[in-house]
């Protein structure tokens, strides 16, 4: 009986970290989305030097490790600027996120047959109309399963700001084991919070992907 | 019928890499003609026109579009483009859209139109190709023949002065080109610009008051389809039009 009610105070305690966990994931995806789709698009339609410009971007971001992205972030940058661990650590993990996310997009916008550019063109839109109207709302369709691969990944990357002291469900699930020397019991309730998250923005993303399906 | 042009075209170039495919093209089209552009496969065709409503950039020579010169530098290119309506051989509707959204993308993101007009000028032109039952559906759940009319009524819905048609058939199963053609005749009737690139002999002899014939980036022979069928200038147009009339019928009725 005690072990149960131990148990229910753990996931309590583990749980009050999984907002804080929620809070840096949709932070750093909404983050990474936003700037991924700006990079895609220079990245496809933008001058040489925008082009080259994202291009190189997303290949330093890619090559460093994300946990050193949130280093610089926390010990460098929030040493000018007022940044919580809790930002920092969103932003990093956005930052890093982006470079990937601009990957997806890019891949999804070269996809959409160039025909689609030309008839818009045809019926008079600008440039900007036309890849706002007609190019995007058919990428995006098509980046959500590459798109919720990421999601999952940021998801659990979301742990690595645990190092800069940000108390999410691994930092918590830490000080559990360290108080009650149950390492198992506190990571293996960390690991099936992050297991049910997962598969429930999988769940959600595969909703949404059915949802908009592009037909061609 | 007035005497300026609604099209001129005056020593047009155009270049792709070292490979010239326009080497100097000259013609007009009036108000309410239609015009058929022949002529074998990779003759520039399909780049004249791209050139037209200026998808592609001419190097050399001008084109006027009423009293404006589209060739100048400075040109609003998309204002041209809205008067000028594109029909493309593979379609390209927007494959996001249903038949009717399709329709009305262009008056209300162009035109600013509000969007109960749009939605009664879009069913109007659907009307006009005969695919008001279709409104709602998405382009993959049209046939062939379906989605053309789409993009039809798509360019017709603004109000183009000139429709381009560039070999609007040839991407479609044969059961499928009577629909398109009868549209096109109808719009004719109704007294639109047309230039049109085809294989379609029935059209042509039917339809065109005027058929040119280009080979390798020049204009060989123009007139009537009455000169060029039986009394054309030159023997390459003779066996040309003979080979093309062989392969897809000179008799537009015979496809129905």
Same mark, same amino acid.
């Given at each position: 009986m005690e072990f149960l009610q131990d148990l229910w105070l753990l996931i309590q305690y583990l749980l009050a970290g999984t907002g804080v966990t929620l809070g840096v994931t949709v932070i750093a995806l909404t983050t990474g989305f936003l700037v991924g789709v700006l990079l895609a698009t220079g990245r496809v339609y933008g001058s040489p030097a925008l082009s080259a410009f994202t291009a190189i971007y997303s290949l330093v971001i890619r090559a460093v490790p994300v946990i050193v992205v949130i280093f610089i972030l926390y010990f460098v940058i929030a040493r000018f600027v007022d940044l919580s661990p809790f930002l920092s650590g969103s932003i990093a993990l956005g930052i890093a996120s982006s470079a990937y996310q601009s990957e997806v997009f890019r891949g999804a916008i070269i996809s959409v047959p160039q025909g689609q550019m030309l008839a818009a063109r045809a019926v008079g839109m600008s440039r900007i109309a036309a890849i706002r109207y007609i190019i995007l709302p058919q990428a995006l369709r098509l980046a959500i399963p590459p798109w919720s691969n990421e999601a999952a990944i940021v998801l659990k990357d979301s742990s690595l700001v645990y190092v800069i002291g940000v108390a999410e469900i691994l930092r918590r699930a830490e000080y559990v084991s360290a108080r009650t020397l149950e390492p198992f019991l506190a990571f293996g309730a960390a690991a099936l919070i992050y297991f049910l998250l997962t598969f429930l923005t999988n769940r959600g993303l595969d909703w949404l992907e059915r949802r908009y399906r592009l037909l061609m | 019928m007035s005497d300026q042009p609604i099209l001129r075209i005056d020593d047009l170039h155009k270049k792709y890499q070292q490979t010239e495919v326009i080497k100097g093209i000259s013609f007009d089209v009036q108000e309410k003609e239609v015009v058929v552009i022949i002529g074998p496969? %990779? $003759? %520039?065709k399909s780049t004249l026109l791209r050139c037209i409503n200026l998808l592609t950039r001419p190097d050399q020579g001008r084109i006027w579009l009423e009293d404006l &010169?589209?060739?100048? =530098?400075? $040109? @609003?290119v998309d204002k041209v483009r809205q008067r000028i309506g594109m029909v493309f051989q593979e379609f @390209? !509707?927007?494959?996001?859209?249903?038949a009717l959204q399709n329709v009305t993308i262009g008056m209300t993101?162009? !035109?600013?139109? /509000?969007r109960e007009e749009a939605h009664k000028q879009g069913m109007w032109e659907l009307e006009r190709v005969g695919l008001v039952d279709r409104a709602d559906h998405y382009p993959a759940q049209l046939s062939g023949g379906q989605k053309q009319r789409v993009a039809i009524a798509r360019a017709l819905g603004m109000n183009p002065h000139i429709m381009l048609f /560039? &070999? =609007? $058939?040839?991407? !479609? /199963?044969p059961e499928l080109i009577g629909e398109v053609l009868s549209v096109m005749q109808k719009l004719a009737r109704e007294g639109m610009t047309m230039l049109v690139v085809s294989h379609e002999m029935g059209f042509a002899r039917e339809v065109s008051n005027r058929i040119i014939f280009m080979e390798s980036g020049y204009i060989v022979e123009q007139g009537s389809p009455n000169k060029l069928f039986? @009394? =054309? &200038?030159f023997e390459r147009t003779r066996s040309f039009l003979g080979k093309i009339s062989e392969l897809y019928g000179e008799n537009q009725e015979s496809k129905g």
């Open positions: - | 496969s %990779g $003759t %520039g &010169e589209i060739t100048a =530098p400075h $040109t @609003n @390209n !509707l927007f494959n996001h859209m249903t993101k162009v !035109l600013k139109m /509000d /560039d &070999e =609007p $058939t040839s991407a !479609l /199963d039986y @009394n =054309p &200038e």
